[in-house]
């Protein structure tokens, strides 16, 4: 047994020193990365600073001289930079009619202007009116908010944003405006509300049913055959514009002529608009 044990002694006496190599080995190693890190960390942090973090929220642009400037001092602005005061600043009846005098004016340098007011409003009533001077002002670059505010509110200004947007040659959420014309218990105003402005819009004098206004849509899009590249659903295609400008090609409401491709598709929805006969309101 003293054999034994003398051999088995023999045999692991190495262990505790090959023990300490690798624990000495493992300290290295760690020291080594946590140096490592310690450099990666620093530079990055330097090249974060020398270039422009996109993610970054650009920082909040600075009011304009129509905002800062002292009531007493009103008198020293220009006519444009007094609306644009008179427009954020007033009453509500004073703010409607700045933005009369906006729309009647017709100055394209006030579109800006209209666009930033329609994100920062919170009186349904300015909005609605804001939609309305932009509808009229027949400008392309208003089309990408009308349509985020008419995907997402369910209420009157998403109405108005429909009508703002069907003014403007998209008629792409007519259908959304057409499903209000159902009873609704919990907003039973809607339905009225949404049957009077498709008939303001489009000037056809149909019945409060949903599948005869379905029908007349179908008969008489604005755009029915625009190209849909891969990307359609993340990026509509905007209304065609006026070459060399901003201006909304204008298109006659309710009389749109046959396209010259799929015209055997056009016209079996016109024929069935026309020997349709819609169920009694």
């Known amino acids: 047994m003293s054999y034994i044990h003398k051999g088995l002694c023999s045999r692991w006496s190495f262990l505790p020193i090959y023990v300490g190599l690798e624990s000495s080995a493992e300290a290295h190693t760690l020291s080594a990365m946590k ?75 006030l579109l800006g202007f209209l666009l930033e007011r329609l994100k920062k409003e919170d009186d349904r009533f300015i909005q609605i009116r804001i939609m309305q001077a932009l509808a009229n002002a027949g400008d392309v670059r208003a089309v990408p908010e009308l349509r985020y505010i008419a995907r ?33 218990d919990e907003n039973p105003e809607m339905q009225g509300l949404a049957h009077r402005t498709l008939k303001r819009m489009t000037g056809a004098d149909l019945p409060m049913n949903s599948r005869a206004w379905l029908n007349y849509y179908r008969a008489h899009r604005l755009a029915p055959y625009q190209s849909r590249a891969w990307f359609w659903p993340f990026r509509q295609p905007l209304p065609p ?22 015209v055997r598709i056009r016209r079996t929805n016109v024929s069935w608009f026309e020997f349709w006969k819609p169920d009694e309101p």
């Open 35 to 109: 140096l490592f890190a310690c450099v990666l960390c620093l530079a990055l942090a330097l090249l974060a600073g020398c270039t422009r973090n996109p993610l970054r929220r650009p920082p909040p642009p600075e009011p304009g001289k129509h905002l800062t400037v002292e009531a007493k001092a009103t008198p020293e602005l220009s006519d444009r930079e007094y609306l644009m005061r008179k427009a954020t600043m007033g009453t509500r009846a004073e703010r409607i009619e700045a933005l009369d005098v906006i729309e009647r004016a017709n100055d394209p340098e």
């Open 241 to 262: 514009t006026i070459e060399g400008t901003t201006k909304v090609v204008p298109q006659s409401k309710g009389k749109a002529p046959l396209p010259t491709e799929d």
């Open 152 to 184: 997402w509110d369910n209420g009157r200004v998403g109405m108005e944003a429909i009508a703002a947007l069907y003014e403007l040659g998209d008629d792409s959420f007519v259908p959304k405006l057409i499903q209000r014309l159902r009873a609704d």
